[in-house]
């Protein structure tokens, strides 16, 4: 059986066992790299959203990718999916307002699940 943690939606939101292969089974240095995630690159989507609601779209779209790319890197599979989404939405001009509400949640309920997994493995 697959070690993913899922969401109260279902939805995988960490894949664990693929973040591990990627830091060749070191669960310390994920556990490290989640609490980096969560206390250097948490504003992001906040910055995402006010870059918006300011029309810089440029801006939006780097931070947004940034984000989408650290997902991505740590397994953080509904973040990653949902910022994919958002990425899109950006690019077109606009961000539906459901859009930010849902990926807002998503990343509320990921850094919820993040400290599950930082003290399986962080200690």
Same mark, same amino acid.
């Given at each position: 059986m697959a070690n993913v943690i899922n969401?109260?939606?279902? !939805? #995988?939101?960490?894949?664990?066992?693929?973040?591990?292969? *990627?830091?060749?089974?070191?669960?310390?240095?994920?556990?490290?790299?989640?609490?980096?995630?969560?206390?250097?690159?948490?504003?992001?989507?906040?910055?995402?959203i006010n870059f918006v609601q300011a029309?810089?779209?440029?801006?939006?779209?780097?931070?947004?990718?940034?984000?989408?790319?650290?997902?991505?890197?740590?397994?953080?599979?509904?973040?990653?999916?949902?910022?994919?989404?958002?990425?899109t939405q950006i690019k077109g001009g606009?961000?539906?307002? @459901?859009?930010?509400?849902?990926?807002?949640?998503?990343?509320?309920?990921?850094? #919820?699940?993040? @400290?599950?997994?930082? !003290? *399986?493995?962080?200690?």
């Amino acid at each position: 059986m697959a070690n993913v943690i899922n969401g109260a939606n279902g !939805a #995988v939101y960490i894949n664990v066992d693929e973040a591990l292969k *990627r830091v060749m089974n070191n669960g310390a240095f994920f556990a490290k790299l989640l609490t980096k995630f969560k206390t250097e690159n948490i504003h992001l989507l906040d910055d995402t959203i006010n870059f918006v609601q300011a029309g810089d779209y440029e801006k939006a779209k780097v931070s947004i990718h940034t984000l989408k790319g650290i997902a991505a890197n740590l397994a953080l599979t509904e973040l990653y999916t949902q910022t994919v989404e958002m990425e899109t939405q950006i690019k077109g001009g606009a961000v539906q307002a @459901d859009t930010r509400e849902l990926i807002q949640k998503c990343l509320a309920e990921t850094l #919820v699940l993040i @400290d599950g997994v930082i !003290a *399986r493995y962080g200690g």
